[in-house]
Every structure is written in structure tokens, then in C-alpha cells.
Nanobody
Framework: QVQLVESGGGLVQTGGSLRLSCVASGRTFSSYPMGWFRQAPGKEREFIATISGGGSRTRYADSVKGRFTISRDNAKNTVYLQMNDLNPEDTAIYYC???????????????WGQGTQVTVSS
């Protein structure tokens, strides 16, 4: 399995922006569709965005469409999540994930990072 390490979380005010990064180990990064998920206190983990191995196809949750952008740099084994116009409901631990399946098959993401905390103050 691929090893994933997230970074970039922190405390930001409402309306602010953050960019999360996730670096993957291994030499076959481009073969893995990647995704970002989040889990808020007392809630189940939810899908945020996914991207195909080549980066040409993406999918977003309705709650973040138009505010968040997922991208990847396969030369750097890194996937990003640019988050704009943040609000307190975005407060959660954000996880990077990988799959050998389709970027569209949310249930098949099975390699996870340790998570990075994002806190949005009002």
C-alpha cells in the first residue's frame, strides 16, 4: 500500500483559505486515484473530492463545489486541496486517501494518511 502524509492544516478565520498537501511514497503514484475526506467531531467521515491518476477528472461533494479545488503533481508524488471561502462548518480533520480502483468509487479508497486538523473560527 502507498504511504500518505498530509500537511497544511491550521487555524483560519471565516472567509479565509488554506492549501492542504499530501505526499505519497512509492514510484507508481500516477496509477493511484487520490481523494480528500474529512471527519468533524461527532460525525462520520465524509467524501470531499477525488481526482483520477492522470489528474484530468475530478469529483466534488456538493458542500465544497466552487470553493475547494483538488489537484495533483505526479512528478512530486503530491495531491493538493485548495480550500477557499472557509466557514466554521469546514472544521474537521482532513484525510488524504488512495485507491487502486476508480476515482469515482468512493467506497474503494483504502489507504489513508494520519490526517491534518483544519479549524475555522467565526
Amino acid at each position: 500500500q502507498v504511504q500518505l502524509v498530509e500537511s497544511g492544516g491550521g487555524l483560519v478565520q471565516t472567509g479565509g483559505s488554506l492549501r492542504l498537501s499530501c505526499v505519497a511514497s512509492g514510484r507508481t503514484f500516477s496509477s493511484y486515484p487520490m481523494g480528500w475526506f474529512r471527519q468533524a467531531p461527532g460525525k462520520e467521515r465524509e467524501f470531499i473530492a477525488t481526482i483520477s491518476g492522470g489528474g484530468s477528472r475530478t469529483r466534488y461533494a456538493d458542500s465544497v463545489k466552487g470553493r475547494f479545488t483538488i489537484s495533483r503533481d505526479n512528478a512530486k508524488n503530491t495531491v493538493y486541496l485548495q480550500m477557499n471561502d472557509l466557514n466554521p462548518e469546514d472544521t474537521a480533520i482532513y484525510y488524504c486517501a488512495a485507491t487502486r480502483g476508480s476515482y469515482n468509487d468512493i467506497q474503494k479508497f483504502n489507504s489513508w494518511g494520519q490526517g491534518t486538523q483544519v479549524t475555522v473560527s467565526s
